[in-house]
């Protein structure tokens, strides 16, 4: 047969259109979610601190800061880009980013009236007073610089603003140029970390990092597993280079040969996130916060991502393996919140992404990694990852033992015949 023989063949071109459908899905998976997340953003979370003790003026107290909180809270409910939680210390905003409930601060220092009235006061001493931008590294590179970014957007804001009631509070007060012209941008904005961090954190993309090294990890395993043990049974040819070997027909049922791969795979799976894990720890210098428990969960997590791929073999046979590999790494990782935050997804890829088993690795790792084991959606990464496990395995035993009860076999009639064997029962 020629080449060209091959070109004409309908079943070539389908394999083409296929492939370019799939290749434009993917693309849509990766660049729309990260073409222009701003314009996407809904509810990033943020902390905003108000530790402003006010000051006297006039015979009454004023409290810039509480009206500064006051008109934040509610031009952000008219955006809805940004979801303040507003906090009076320093210490509670800490809390909500050690848990990774916020992706950045925003605080108001104790002093903010006094200085500001200084300001607006002629002969005392112009003091502008300072906000701070804490940032979330463990929140993830891009979640944290669109919490930055929204954070000195909120206090330039705010500056602009308190400028004008300064000069409306100083009213007929003659206020020299210089005072005017500090008016127009009287606060500062300083930019710090808000948690400390230790060992190899890729500036927050860490969490990606580990989440696509376990999807590898655990969709290895079933690869190979499908690979070797078809060969052995002479359901599938071995090719290593220059060499084909075909093994005579071992007549076994499907549901037997699903048990034992499923079997084997799931010791693999956490076999393969356990290395993970330690070459993480001990090559790479990465500290987790909680590493047994990164560890246990990086072993749940490939497991049930072997099971799932293993599933999608017993069920769809080869095109499993297209399947497994759109489910887990090709559309799943960039829909898992790794790199583009949830928030800042748009509203159909957050919720396919939901489905997909990279999402939740991602949360697990992130909050293990992170926020000592702290992050909201730690447990729920723990339900959905095992829920995974078993799932698969019980789809792929229930259409393993379909196929069987209907009499499909994996062999022709023509290759049962030259390898005449007792018929291996399903033992489970």
Request: a positive charge.
């Amino acid at each position: 047969m020629r080449a060209t023989t091959l070109w004409r063949q309908p079943r070539a071109w389908m394999a083409v259109i296929v492939g370019g459908l799939l290749a434009s899905l993917i693309t849509l998976a990766y660049i729309g979610p990260a073409a222009d997340p701003q314009a996407h953003l809904r509810d990033l979370p943020l902390v905003l601190v108000n530790a402003d003790e006010g000051a006297g003026a006039g015979g009454s107290t004023v409290r810039l800061g509480t009206d500064l909180g006051t008109r934040v809270q509610a031009a952000a409910r008219e955006d809805g880009r940004i979801a303040w939680t507003l906090v009076d210390s320093l210490p509670a905003a800490r809390g909500l980013l050690e848990r990774g409930e916020a992706s950045g601060a925003l605080v108001i220092p104790p002093d903010f009236t006094r200085k500001s009235l200084s300001l607006a006061t002629p002969g005392a001493r112009p003091e502008r007073p300072t906000m701070t931008v804490l940032t979330n590294e463990g929140a993830g590179s891009v979640a944290s610089s669109m919490a930055e970014k929204a954070a000195r957007q909120t206090a330039g804001q705010a500056s602009e603003a308190l400028g004008a009631q300064l000069i409306a509070r100083a009213g007929a007060t003659r206020l020299g140029a210089d005072r005017l012209l500090l008016l127009q941008d009287p606060v500062r904005t300083a930019t710090k970390p808000g948690l400390p961090t230790s060992g190899a954190t890729a500036g927050g993309a860490m969490t990606l990092y580990l989440t696509i090294a376990l999807l590898l990890a655990g969709l290895l395993p079933a690869v190979l597993l499908t690979m070797t043990v078809d060969a052995s049974l002479g359901y599938s040819p071995l090719e290593m280079g220059p060499r084909r070997s075909v093994r005579p027909v071992v007549r076994i049922a499907r549901t037997s040969t699903f048990v034992a791969k499923a079997g084997i795979g799931a010791v693999t799976g956490f076999a393969a996130g356990s290395a993970v894990i330690a070459v993480a720890l001990w090559g790479l210098d990465v500290e987790p916060d909680r590493p047994a428990q990164l560890w246990l969960f990086a072993g749940l997590s490939c497991a049930a991502v072997t099971l799932l791929t293993l599933a999608l073999f017993a069920v769809f046979g080869m095109a499993g393996q297209i399947v497994a590999l759109l489910m887990v790494t090709l559309v799943g990782i960039p829909l898992s919140g790794g790199t583009i935050p949830v928030q800042a997804q748009p509203g159909f890829a957050a919720a396919v992404g939901d489905f997909l088993p990279a999402r939740h690795v991602a949360e697990g790792v992130r909050s293990l990694l992170f926020f000592d084991g702290l992050g909201p959606n730690l447990s729920r990464a723990w339900l959905v990852m095992g829920a995974y496990a078993i799932v698969a395995f019980l789809v792929g035993l229930v259409v393993a033992r379909l196929y069987d009860h209907r009499g499909f076999d994996r062999a022709t009639a023509a290759e049962l015949a030259r390898h005449p064997q007792p018929a291996v029962t399903a033992t489970a």
